[in-house]
């Protein structure tokens, strides 16, 4: 259940807190409810993030020299920090990220996504398949987060290449051979990004002025091209795909009665590409009248928060506008709450308006498909036609 969470979050069983072990043998503490996800996610004295970068299958030797020799380090940065450097990072970077900053991207993105569009209904009006993973939402991120952090010039499929490979290494259940040769892309890259962190400008410049060392300055690299684009277009497909089941709210999305921002936000309620994250206990707790001794794995399953029946009217159901859509934690809450959130939301509805139209007269030739994972969906292609 552990890797395939999102398959099991209409599952009626699982109570408010639950023990589980993975794949090694290590315990953790599954916890289900909104209310008590919210409350760990709010309590960072508490429930610290310290582990939320740990790779979940320990990493052998082997992989770990191959990362030594890239100098390969995860300082605590934002995720995984929660020390007293943390919130003048975070603004730093919320600053980058300044939801009026990004409400300048939306033409731009409009223009380049109506482009897009159009090249697919041209293909699919020929009798055609498309991939709309690849044609659409796996790169958009990047090139929007690029403008607006002035990432290094790296060509859109390294980078996405690396993005993927951090994914699995460090939250996807793995033989040690399959970790060596991530641990290889991953070091690799990350020595790019710490050349980067040494002279860019952007955000890495911001960081270096306000005096953070440059393994801080490359942690934040790390994590924005990680989070800060992969989910995004992680997202994306999801959301692209259950639309294709939703013919209803596609309708109204057509005549005006659905807004694109309310799709987006029941999609992140429905279809988070984060479905859980991690804390671990700093002292000895009560969670939902279960013992939690300091030192617990926790587990926070927010993709099953998201259907709790005490936030929303019907969990199940994709319905845009509902009673509690909008109290989702596809963001996480409280000091280390996803600083994109609006870029996020911005890139979804401007997708979500612009391909409603093409949705509805397609057919799904091939769903999208997502390995084992803690936390990251991940899906891959997503190929349709016209019906």
């Given amino acids: 259940m552990l890797f395939r969470s999102w398959a099991h979050t209409a599952d009626a069983h699982w109570p408010d807190v639950a023990r589980v072990r993975d794949h090694v043998g290590v315990a953790h503490l599954v916890v289900t409810r909104h209310a008590l996800v919210r409350e760990v996610l709010t309590d960072p004295a508490t429930y610290r993030p310290d582990n939320a970068l740990d790779a979940v299958t320990p990493i052998p030797v082997a992989a770990l020299r191959v990362l030594a020799g890239h100098r390969f380090r995860l300082p605590p940065t934002l995720a995984n920090n929660g020390g007293a450097s943390h919130p003048a ?121 306000a005096g953070h060392p440059p393994d801080v300055v490359v942690g934040a690299l790390f994590f924005l091209l990680v989070a800060g684009q992969e989910t995004t277009s992680q997202f994306l497909t999801l959301l692209l795909h259950r639309l294709t089941g939703e013919p ?96 996020a939301r911005m890139e979804a509805a401007v997708v979500v308006a612009e391909t409603a139209p093409l949705l509805d007269g397609v057919s799904v030739l091939r769903e999208p498909w997502c390995p084992d994972n803690l936390t990251f969906r991940m899906p891959d292609a997503f190929v349709v036609r016209q019906r």
């Fill in 89 to 209: 990072i975070r603004a730093i970077v919320a600053d980058a990220l300044h939801p009026t900053r990004v409400a300048a991207q939306r033409p731009w993105l409009t223009d380049l996504v109506r482009e897009r569009v159009g090249g697919i209904a041209a293909t699919l009006a020929a009798g055609g398949s498309v991939d709309l993973y690849a044609r659409l939402a796996a790169d958009l991120p990047l090139l929007v987060l690029a403008r607006l952090v002035e990432l290094p010039d790296a060509p859109v499929g390294a980078v996405k290449e690396f993005a993927r490979a951090a994914l699995e290494l460090f939250w996807a259940p793995l033989d040690a051979d399959r970790q060596q040769a991530l641990a290889v892309e991953v070091g690799r890259f990350h020595r790019v990004l710490r050349e980067f962190a040494a002279t860019g400008g952007g955000l890495a410049g911001s960081l270096r002025a």
């Fill in 248 to 343: 209803a709210v596609l309708a109204g999305l057509r005549d005006g009665t659905v807004g694109a921002a309310d799709v987006v936000e029941e999609g992140l309620r429905l279809e988070p590409p984060i479905v859980t994250w991690r804390r671990v206990a700093a002292v000895d707790a009560m969670l939902g009248g279960t013992a939690v001794p300091a030192g617990t794995s926790i587990v926070l399953w927010l993709a099953r928060a998201g259907r709790d029946p005490a936030t929303v009217d019907a969990p199940d159901e994709f319905r845009p506008g509902q009673r509690g859509s909008r109290r989702h934690l596809a963001f996480g809450a409280g000091a280390h709450r996803c600083v994109g959130d609006q870029l």
